[in-house]
Protein backbone atom coordinates (compact mmCIF):
# COMPACT_ATOMS: atom_id res chain seq x y z
CA UNK A 1 0.00 0.00 0.00
CA UNK A 2 1.23 3.57 -1.34
CA UNK A 3 0.77 6.57 1.07
CA UNK A 4 0.87 9.79 -0.21
CA UNK A 5 1.75 12.70 2.35
CA UNK A 6 -0.57 15.53 0.74
CA UNK A 7 0.23 17.96 3.92
CA UNK A 8 3.05 20.61 2.24
CA UNK A 9 6.20 20.82 4.32
CA UNK A 10 5.52 24.32 5.54
CA UNK A 11 1.99 22.79 7.01
CA UNK A 12 4.42 20.64 8.97
CA UNK A 13 6.80 23.42 10.23
CA UNK A 14 3.67 25.34 11.05
CA UNK A 15 2.06 22.48 13.18
CA UNK A 16 5.47 21.74 14.96
CA UNK A 17 6.45 25.07 15.76
CA UNK A 18 2.55 25.34 17.29
CA UNK A 19 3.12 22.10 19.24
CA UNK A 20 6.54 23.71 20.71
CA UNK A 21 4.76 27.09 21.57
CA UNK A 22 2.09 25.07 23.28
CA UNK A 23 4.56 23.15 25.28
CA UNK A 24 6.72 26.58 26.39
CA UNK A 25 3.47 27.93 27.47
CA UNK A 26 2.30 25.15 29.46
CA UNK A 27 5.71 25.25 30.87
CA UNK A 28 5.45 28.72 32.07
CA UNK A 29 2.05 28.35 33.01
CA UNK A 30 3.60 25.73 35.47
CA UNK A 31 6.67 27.42 36.75
CA UNK A 32 4.61 30.66 37.37
CA UNK A 33 1.95 28.42 39.63
CA UNK A 34 5.18 26.59 41.10
CA UNK A 35 6.45 30.09 41.98
CA UNK A 36 3.51 31.54 43.21
CA UNK A 37 2.60 28.74 45.69
CA UNK A 38 6.75 29.05 47.18
CA UNK A 39 5.60 32.60 47.70
CA UNK A 40 2.67 31.57 49.34
CA UNK A 41 4.37 28.94 51.62
CA UNK A 42 6.81 31.76 52.73
CA UNK A 43 4.31 33.76 53.36
CA UNK A 44 2.67 32.09 55.82
CA UNK A 45 5.74 30.89 57.73
CA UNK A 46 7.34 34.52 57.88
CA UNK A 47 3.58 36.70 58.60
CA UNK A 48 2.27 33.03 60.49
CA UNK A 49 5.15 30.34 61.94
CA UNK A 50 7.68 33.11 62.67
CA UNK A 51 5.83 35.63 64.23
CA UNK A 52 4.22 32.85 66.29
CA UNK A 53 7.54 31.94 67.46
CA UNK A 54 8.30 35.93 68.25
CA UNK A 55 5.37 35.69 70.32
CA UNK A 56 6.58 32.37 72.19
CA UNK A 57 9.85 33.86 72.76
CA UNK A 58 8.77 37.00 73.93
CA UNK A 59 6.02 35.62 76.62
CA UNK A 60 9.06 33.27 77.77
CA UNK A 61 11.60 36.63 77.99
CA UNK A 62 8.71 38.22 80.02
CA UNK A 63 8.15 35.51 82.60
CA UNK A 64 12.05 35.26 82.81
CA UNK A 65 12.53 38.63 83.52
CA UNK A 66 9.64 39.02 86.18
CA UNK A 67 11.04 35.68 87.76
CA UNK A 68 14.45 37.40 88.40
CA UNK A 69 12.63 40.86 89.06
CA UNK A 70 11.12 38.83 92.11
CA UNK A 71 14.92 38.03 93.21
CA UNK A 72 15.53 39.35 96.63
CA UNK A 73 19.10 41.60 96.24
CA UNK A 74 19.54 40.27 92.67
CA UNK A 75 21.99 42.93 91.81
CA UNK A 76 24.15 41.47 95.11
CA UNK A 77 23.98 38.04 93.71
CA UNK A 78 24.91 39.25 90.18
CA UNK A 79 28.13 41.30 91.82
CA UNK A 80 28.74 38.03 93.72
CA UNK A 81 28.63 35.62 90.84
CA UNK A 82 30.52 38.04 88.49
CA UNK A 83 33.44 38.29 91.09
CA UNK A 84 33.37 34.58 91.53
CA UNK A 85 34.10 33.91 87.75
CA UNK A 86 37.33 36.14 88.13
CA UNK A 87 38.56 34.48 91.40
CA UNK A 88 40.27 32.24 89.07
CA UNK A 89 42.17 34.92 87.20
CA UNK A 90 43.02 36.91 90.07
CA UNK A 91 44.37 33.92 91.57
CA UNK A 92 46.93 33.52 88.36
CA UNK A 93 47.88 36.77 88.37
CA UNK A 94 48.57 37.32 92.20
CA UNK A 95 52.35 37.23 92.71
CA UNK A 96 53.98 35.17 96.24
CA UNK A 97 56.00 37.97 97.25
CA UNK A 98 57.31 36.10 100.20
CA UNK A 99 59.98 34.29 97.48
CA UNK A 100 62.20 37.46 98.00
CA UNK A 101 63.68 35.45 101.24
CA UNK A 102 64.60 32.67 99.41
CA UNK A 103 66.17 34.66 97.03
CA UNK A 104 67.88 36.97 99.33
CA UNK A 105 69.44 33.68 100.85
CA UNK A 106 70.65 32.36 97.61
CA UNK A 107 72.54 35.85 96.23
CA UNK A 108 73.88 37.23 99.62
CA UNK A 109 77.23 36.26 99.23
CA UNK A 110 79.54 34.39 101.86
CA UNK A 111 82.10 35.59 104.68
CA UNK A 112 84.50 37.74 103.88
CA UNK A 113 81.58 39.91 101.39
CA UNK A 114 78.54 39.53 103.33
CA UNK A 115 76.32 42.10 103.19
CA UNK A 116 73.17 42.97 105.29
CA UNK A 117 69.87 43.77 104.02
CA UNK A 118 68.23 46.77 106.00
CA UNK A 119 65.44 47.32 103.22
CA UNK A 120 64.07 45.29 100.94
CA UNK A 121 60.76 46.36 98.55
CA UNK A 122 59.09 44.62 95.57
CA UNK A 123 57.43 46.97 93.06
CA UNK A 124 54.67 44.62 91.61
CA UNK A 125 53.52 47.07 88.61
CA UNK A 126 57.12 48.00 87.43
CA UNK A 127 58.62 44.62 88.24
CA UNK A 128 61.55 45.53 90.36
CA UNK A 129 63.41 44.90 93.54
CA UNK A 130 65.18 47.21 95.16
CA UNK A 131 67.65 46.33 97.82
CA UNK A 132 69.29 48.98 100.57
CA UNK A 133 72.11 47.21 102.80
CA UNK A 134 75.16 47.80 104.02
CA UNK A 135 78.67 46.06 104.08
CA UNK A 136 82.05 46.43 105.16
CA UNK A 137 83.98 47.18 101.98
CA UNK A 138 83.57 47.87 98.28
CA UNK A 139 84.42 44.07 96.99
CA UNK A 140 81.48 42.82 99.03
CA UNK A 141 78.94 45.31 97.36
CA UNK A 142 80.75 44.31 93.54
CA UNK A 143 80.56 40.67 94.79
CA UNK A 144 76.68 40.85 95.57
CA UNK A 145 76.05 42.51 92.69
CA UNK A 146 77.75 39.78 90.58
CA UNK A 147 75.98 37.13 92.25
CA UNK A 148 72.95 38.53 91.74
CA UNK A 149 73.52 38.60 87.88
CA UNK A 150 74.46 35.38 87.70
CA UNK A 151 71.51 33.79 89.71
CA UNK A 152 68.76 31.89 87.37
CA UNK A 153 64.70 30.94 88.04
CA UNK A 154 64.57 27.51 87.67
CA UNK A 155 61.31 25.63 87.32
CA UNK A 156 59.50 22.86 85.45
CA UNK A 157 57.32 24.42 82.48
CA UNK A 158 53.91 23.72 81.10
CA UNK A 159 55.34 20.58 79.02
CA UNK A 160 57.15 18.96 81.98
CA UNK A 161 61.03 20.77 80.87
CA UNK A 162 63.20 22.40 82.79
CA UNK A 163 63.59 26.26 82.06
CA UNK A 164 66.00 28.79 83.57
CA UNK A 165 65.69 32.61 82.86
CA UNK A 166 67.64 35.02 84.32
CA UNK A 167 66.94 36.60 87.90
CA UNK A 168 67.78 39.79 87.46
CA UNK A 169 68.43 42.43 84.66
CA UNK A 170 68.83 45.97 84.40
CA UNK A 171 70.59 45.73 87.52
CA UNK A 172 71.74 49.08 89.19
CA UNK A 173 73.98 50.05 91.64
CA UNK A 174 73.50 53.33 93.34
CA UNK A 175 73.83 55.54 96.53
CA UNK A 176 76.84 54.58 97.42
CA UNK A 177 78.26 56.22 100.58
CA UNK A 178 79.94 55.88 103.76
CA UNK A 179 77.85 55.74 107.06
CA UNK A 180 77.31 54.26 110.72
CA UNK A 181 75.42 51.07 111.60
CA UNK A 182 73.92 50.62 115.38
CA UNK A 183 77.37 50.06 116.77
CA UNK A 184 79.00 52.72 115.63
CA UNK A 185 81.46 51.03 113.33
CA UNK A 186 81.61 52.73 109.93
CA UNK A 187 80.27 50.99 107.12
CA UNK A 188 79.33 51.12 103.03
CA UNK A 189 75.96 51.84 102.19
CA UNK A 190 74.27 51.13 99.02
CA UNK A 191 71.28 50.77 97.11
CA UNK A 192 70.48 47.92 94.55
CA UNK A 193 67.77 47.48 92.44
CA UNK A 194 66.98 45.28 89.22
CA UNK A 195 63.94 44.04 87.26
CA UNK A 196 62.85 40.41 88.12
CA UNK A 197 61.65 37.16 86.16
CA UNK A 198 58.61 36.74 86.06
CA UNK A 199 58.79 33.41 87.06
CA UNK A 200 59.97 34.54 90.12
CA UNK A 201 56.83 35.67 91.75
CA UNK A 202 54.43 34.26 89.55
CA UNK A 203 51.74 31.67 91.38
CA UNK A 204 51.66 29.57 88.19
CA UNK A 205 55.01 28.81 88.84
CA UNK A 206 55.01 25.82 91.39
CA UNK A 207 58.40 25.64 93.52
CA UNK A 208 60.88 27.98 91.49
CA UNK A 209 64.23 27.31 92.86
CA UNK A 210 67.22 29.86 92.34
CA UNK A 211 70.28 28.86 90.99
CA UNK A 212 73.92 30.44 90.70
CA UNK A 213 76.49 29.87 88.23
CA UNK A 214 78.83 29.14 91.38
CA UNK A 215 76.70 25.91 92.09
CA UNK A 216 74.55 27.32 94.94
CA UNK A 217 71.13 26.05 94.61
CA UNK A 218 68.50 27.38 97.37
CA UNK A 219 64.59 26.23 97.51
CA UNK A 220 61.83 27.83 97.51
CA UNK A 221 60.38 26.44 100.88
CA UNK A 222 59.71 27.47 103.91
CA UNK A 223 63.11 28.06 105.60
CA UNK A 224 63.64 30.94 107.45
CA UNK A 225 65.96 33.92 107.06
CA UNK A 226 68.67 34.13 109.40
CA UNK A 227 68.41 37.15 111.70
CA UNK A 228 71.48 38.72 110.85
CA UNK A 229 70.96 39.56 107.31
CA UNK A 230 68.17 41.96 108.16
CA UNK A 231 70.00 45.07 110.25
CA UNK A 232 68.61 48.58 111.07
CA UNK A 233 69.58 51.23 108.38
CA UNK A 234 73.18 52.71 108.63
CA UNK A 235 73.44 56.20 109.75
CA UNK A 236 75.01 59.54 108.22
CA UNK A 237 78.51 60.41 108.89
CA UNK A 238 78.63 63.63 110.09
CA UNK A 239 80.83 65.71 107.92
CA UNK A 240 80.79 62.93 105.24
CA UNK A 241 80.07 64.12 101.36
Known amino acids: MIEINLVPDVKQELIKARSIRAAVVSGAIIATIAAVALVVVLSIY ?111 DADNKQQDVPLATNISLTNVSFGEDSTGAKVLRFTISFTDADELFSSTVKNPTIVLINGGNVTDSYLGIPKSIFVDKAADVEGAN
Open 46 to 156: VFGVQALRNTVADDTIKKGGAQLASVEDLSKILTIQNQLTKINDLNDAKQIDSRIFTMLQAVIPPAPNQVQISTASVDATAKTITLEGQALTYPAVEAFKKTIGAAYVRFT
